[in-house]
């Protein structure tokens, strides 16, 4: 069965502390890892999807990378607005391309 | 605004009750997948149609019921409303079958509650 854990569970980062939120993962043939941020009360927003081991992307403070077990979403100099809830989660080459997400990592980060 | 429009955004009933909700997908996506998500669990993946057909199917309970319609919108109906079953639900789209991962895009999710 495909499964994603997520750590830690919550992180509290003063601004411009930079820290890292790991997603580790089991499936059974990755078609691709995703990364989503979560407002609260509201419906996750796309980040980034990776495909491959080694693999690397950016966007503004965020940064994900991809190894064979596990991701790792990197943010650097964070500010308050990037509180949020990140969530990562797995699509397999089986299946029919359902997402199987972890319980993502409560981050605020305070002024 | 993601494109995928999800009706009613708060709903409150009893239990026992019958509930209807109702998505409209991205334009020019075919696939549409439901999630349920409760305070204490993560995104829970309940059933995914792809242009009208059942394709892939989760945790959903039997009281839950679901079908995507020819314009492509769907509809979640939950039936015999229980306490626990108080949670958001998601609908998410995406444009379906291709090669690669295919991005899902959420609503802005129905909350439910059940007293």
């Known amino acids: 069965e495909d499964q994603v854990t997520q750590s830690p569970e919550a992180l509290r980062l003063q601004e411009g502390e930079s820290s890292s939120l790991n997603c580790s993962y089991t499936?059974?043939?990755?078609?691709?890892l995703f990364w989503y941020r979560q407002d609260p009360g509201k419906g996750p927003e796309f980040l980034f999807t990776?495909?491959?081991a080694g693999e690397e992307k950016e966007k503004e403070r965020l940064k994900a990378t991809l190894t064979k077990k596990e991701s790792f979403l990197h943010i650097t100099a964070p500010k308050p607005e990037d509180s949020a809830t990140y969530l990562c989660?797995?699509?397999?080459?089986?299946?029919?391309?359902?997402?199987?997400f972890g319980t993502g990592t409560r981050l605020l980060v305070s002024p | 605004d993601s494109g995928v429009t999800q009706t009613p955004k708060h709903l409150i009933t009893a239990t026992g009750q019958r509930v209807t909700l109702r998505c409209s997908p991205r334009?020019?996506?075919?696939?549409v997948y439901w999630y349920q998500q409760s305070l204490d669990q993560g995104l829970q993946f309940l059933i995914q149609?792809?242009?009208?057909?059942?394709?892939a199917k989760g945790n959903i309970l039997e009281r839950f019921s679901a079908q995507q319609f020819p314009d492509l919108h769907s509809e979640l109906n939950l039936s015999s409303l229980e306490l626990g079953d108080s949670a958001l639900y998601f609908c998410?789209?995406?444009?379906?079958?291709?090669?690669?991962?295919?991005?899902?895009?959420f609503g802005a999710g129905s909350r439910l509650t059940v007293l």
């Open positions: 499936v059974s043939g990755l078609r691709g």
């Open positions: 149609y792809y242009n009208g057909e059942e394709r």
């Open positions: 990776l495909y491959s």
């Open positions: 989660a797995v699509q397999a080459n089986t299946g029919f391309q359902k997402l199987v």
């Open positions: 998410a789209s995406s444009v379906g079958y291709r090669s690669g991962a295919n991005v899902l895009t």
């Open positions: 334009s020019g996506d075919l696939s």
